[in-house]
């Protein structure tokens, strides 16, 4: 099975069914999301069938650095959890954003969902927290 990561694209959309939990059943609304070229989505798959999926945008700053990668979801093929794919996925997404010029990636997830914790922390991200989120972050 070959492992590749590269931008979602159009022909992609009708493999999100079965691993976006809020699929939008209107394909052109993920259209219009990827035609924004602040939003971002990262694909994983495998033999060319998507498996997993981080999306989220490109937060311009006021202070003139870099721009930050707000990660607003990451999900996984129920098939393909437990197994390795979600990590892979995300320190590939943490490698991609530092090396195309953001000054840090963040996600906020529940702090009482070890699995997402789990993935966050093996990708390299630190994490602050309040008393129901964590906001995980990694400067670049």
Request: hydrophobic share 35%; glycine share 4%; net charge negative.
């Amino acid at each position: 099975m070959s492992l590749t990561f590269e931008m979602l694209q159009e022909k992609d959309i009708p493999q999100l069914k079965d691993i976006l939990e809020n699929y939008l059943e209107n394909p052109e609304q993920i259209k219009a999301f990827l035609a924004e070229k602040q939003n971002i989505a990262i694909a994983a798959k495998c033999d060319d069938k998507v498996i997993g999926l981080i999306y989220g945008y490109s937060l311009t700053r006021m202070d003139g650095k870099a721009p930050q990668f707000f990660i607003y979801s990451v999900d996984i093929h129920p098939a393909y959890q437990e197994k390795g794919y979600g990590s892979l996925l995300m320190e590939y997404v943490v490698n991609w954003a530092r090396t195309n010029g953001f000054s840090e990636s963040f996600v906020i997830t529940d702090k009482d969902n070890p699995r997402a914790c789990r993935v966050y922390e093996k990708a390299g991200m630190t994490h602050s927290e309040n008393d129901c989120e964590r906001m995980y972050v990694i400067e670049y």
